[in-house]
């Protein structure tokens, strides 16, 4: 019998956006059960966890958007170029901003699994940009899904203010209806011009961005416990510091639960 990962010919005649949520069902459990994400979902993040992620997205989207705009006109591309609904470096210089100070820029850590990510996304778009869409897909679909769930976890374990500040990220301006804007999404990757044997690299691709992501979220994890290891203390840094919420940290690794 077939699985939806053997990708035979027959199955590839399916459209596109189901393929990717079929090849991807594994990969995206694998993602939602890293230590890291499932330590969100209970809420017990801690700000330096939320500074270092937003980092790490801060180059990843700014590699992807670099890519998707020298691509923008690109027919392998332009279908699903929707950069007002759904492009988030802007967003991600805003949170970075708010939780750095102002000289943000200089003090982000970008770890190995990031360039790596960057690196890939990098030779995607320039080499061959028809397999973008997954790398896309991977992102901007995940966001408008679970990411609204992990919005609100953030903002009551970190209890950040309720007018958005810090979670610019999470919010699309451009999106009112994210189910909608879903669904003609995948119409638009689905009206792309792919033969069978594309589709099945597309598939490839979106698994492995999967995979990126979760070495990111692995190699995170690995800092932030090396750092409590060594006692390093989890401070956050720049204006948040004085602007934002008063809380204790003891001995530096204090995680905020949300109680969820
Ligand atoms: C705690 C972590 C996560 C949770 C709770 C979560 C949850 C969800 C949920 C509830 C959906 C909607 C499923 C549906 O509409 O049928 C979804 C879809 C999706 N997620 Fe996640 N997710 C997580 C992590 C991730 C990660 C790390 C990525 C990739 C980087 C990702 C990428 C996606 C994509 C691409 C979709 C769209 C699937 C489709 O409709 O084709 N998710 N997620």
């Not at 000289?103 to 940009?129: D, F, M, Q, S």
């Amino acid at each position: 019998m077939e699985t939806p990962q053997t990708h035979s010919s027959e199955s590839m005649s399916k459209d596109l956006s189901e393929l990717l949520k079929e090849a991807t069902k594994e990969v995206h459990e694998q993602a939602e059960n890293t230590p890291f994400m499932k330590n969100f979902q209970k809420g017990q993040v801690s700000l330096h966890e939320f500074k270092l992620v937003t980092a790490s997205l801060y180059f990843i989207y700014s590699a992807l958007e670099e890519e998707i705009e020298r691509n923008k006109n690109n027919p392998v591309y332009a279908p699903v170029y929707f950069p007002a609904e759904l492009h988030r470096k802007a967003a991600l210089e805003e949170d970075l901003e708010y939780f750095y100070g102002s000289n943000w820029r200089e003090e982000i850590p970008c770890p190995e699994a990031t360039k790596k990510y960057v690196e890939r996304l990098h030779y995607v778009g320039k080499n061959h940009p028809e397999l973008l869409v997954a790398h896309a897909y991977t992102r901007y679909l995940g966001d408008l899904s679970g990411g609204q769930v992990l919005k609100k976890i953030a903002q009551k374990a970190l209890q950040l203010p309720s007018t958005g500040e810090g979670l610019a990220f999470f919010t699309f301006d451009g999106v009112s209806n994210a189910t909608k804007f879903k669904q003609l999404y995948r119409s638009r990757m689905n009206a792309l011009e792919m033969d069978h044997a594309t589709k099945k690299r597309v598939l490839e691709e979106a698994k492995k961005a999967f995979l990126l992501n979760i070495q990111v979220f692995e190699a995170l994890q690995e800092l932030v416990s090396k750092g409590q290891e060594n006692g390093h203390p989890m401070q956050p840094t720049g204006e948040l510091r004085t602007r934002n919420i008063n809380r204790s940290y003891e001995h530096g690794k204090t995680l905020l639960r949300a109680g969820v």
